[in-house]
């Protein structure tokens, strides 16, 4: 399937592994990578440029096929090396780029000189709009169904989505509820070139998680994710567990006067815990809602073919009879 996506990306398929934390390491991306997606080493999980630069290796001792790095660009009292993780990129002539957060105009005129695609991800099509005049070549557009940050505006894809089509220039994929064939080409028909899954991808063999997490999304359903630390504006979709109920709680006595310092426990340092050791109720973790069509626990290989073929059947047995 050829889209403006695959065509920038030189991908097979239209489908995006989205940077996790402590999820997009080389093993994911190079599994995603080698099935016909684009798959992602998350920069931040890495910390040093060194790190990231050995996890490139890696990824590119397991793909010929191309990856992308995520750099999310935080505020923070003492940030990440941005600058060397950008070196790193550069250097190890990565061909693409996924960023996030903050306005990324700062690090692109490197990033650009080196011929490196930049996709952006946003919740508005505002920032949409000023991801593509600061030079960005894609955007990724995250509906209010995504887990981790979802903005906070609660535009939900089937909105937000043909409002970017209508607005840029530039192509995008959709992010948020995107699952399987039904999701692509749902998103297609609102104006995407793509998809990219985050959720999904978790809930798979080639993630390097412990069982209980993906067993977790398995088990989870679309009503099961709750919005946390939406006083502090820095709102997280994240699946439900014992200690976001009781971040939760703070957040209803506290009100407008909660701190992040009344809910560190909750959310510091929690995702070696979850994401390695299993230990499901140690904190809250990115989840989006779309872990209510999650089903099973395939390959990425089984995931993407399965994809593809469910997208292709829509295409040839309800689309071209509709025509």
């Not at 306005?103 to 650009?112: I, V």
């Given at each position: 399937m050829k889209t403006k996506i695959t065509?920038?990306?030189?991908?097979?398929?239209?489908i995006i592994q989205g940077g996790m934390h402590h999820v997009g390491f080389a093993e994911l991306a190079a599994a995603v990578s080698n099935a016909g997606g684009l798959g992602t080493i998350t920069g931040l999980t890495q910390g040093t440029p060194e790190k990231l630069a050995n996890e490139i290796d890696?990824?590119?001792?397991?793909?010929?096929?191309?990856?992308?790095?995520?750099l999310?660009?935080?505020?923070?009292?003492?940030?990440?090396?941005?600058p060397g993780l950008v070196d790193v990129i550069v250097e190890k002539d990565v061909p693409i780029v996924e960023t996030a957060g903050r306005?990324?105009?700062?690090?692109?005129?490197?990033?650009?000189d080196a011929g490196i695609k930049i996709i952006h991800k946003c919740t508005s099509v505002r920032h949409s709009l000023k991801a593509q005049s600061i030079g960005c070549d894609a955007v990724s557009v995250d509906g209010f169904e995504c887990g981790g940050h979802p903005g906070e505006?609660?535009?939900p894809n089937f909105i937000l989505l043909p409002r970017a089509a209508d607005e840029l220039e530039i192509p995008f994929v959709a992010s948020g509820g995107m699952a399987d064939g039904?999701?692509?080409?749902?998103?297609?028909?609102?104006?995407?070139?793509?998809?990219?899954m985050g959720t999904r991808f978790i809930a798979t063999e080639d993630a390097p998680v412990h069982q209980n997490v993906k067993e977790a999304i398995v088990n989870a359903s679309e009503l099961d994710t709750r919005l946390i630390m939406r006083?502090?504006?820095?709102?997280?979709?994240?699946?439900?567990?014992?200690?976001?109920?009781?971040?939760?709680?703070?957040?209803?006595?506290?009100?407008?006067?909660?701190?992040?310092?009344?809910?560190?426990?909750?959310?510091?340092?929690?995702?070696?815990?979850?994401?390695h050791e299993g230990t499901m109720e140690a904190g809250a973790w990115s989840c989006g809602m779309v872990a209510g069509l999650v089903n099973d626990i395939p390959t990425v290989e089984e995931l993407i073919n399965r994809i593809m073929s469910e997208a292709n059947n829509i295409i040839d047995q309800k689309l071209k009879v509709l025509a």
């Open positions: 065509e920038l990306f030189g991908i097979e398929h239209p890696k990824c590119k001792s397991m793909t010929d096929k191309p990856f992308a790095v995520n999310t660009f935080l505020p923070s009292l003492t940030p990440p090396d941005y306005n990324p105009a700062e690090y692109l005129p490197k990033l650009k505006d609660d535009i039904r999701s692509l080409i749902a998103a297609m028909a609102l104006g995407a070139e793509g998809m990219n006083s502090l504006t820095n709102t997280e979709r994240v699946l439900n567990n014992s200690a976001v109920e009781r971040l939760m709680e703070k957040e209803k006595a506290l009100g407008e006067n909660l701190t992040f310092a009344d809910i560190v426990d909750e959310v510091a340092g929690v995702y070696p815990k979850i994401m």
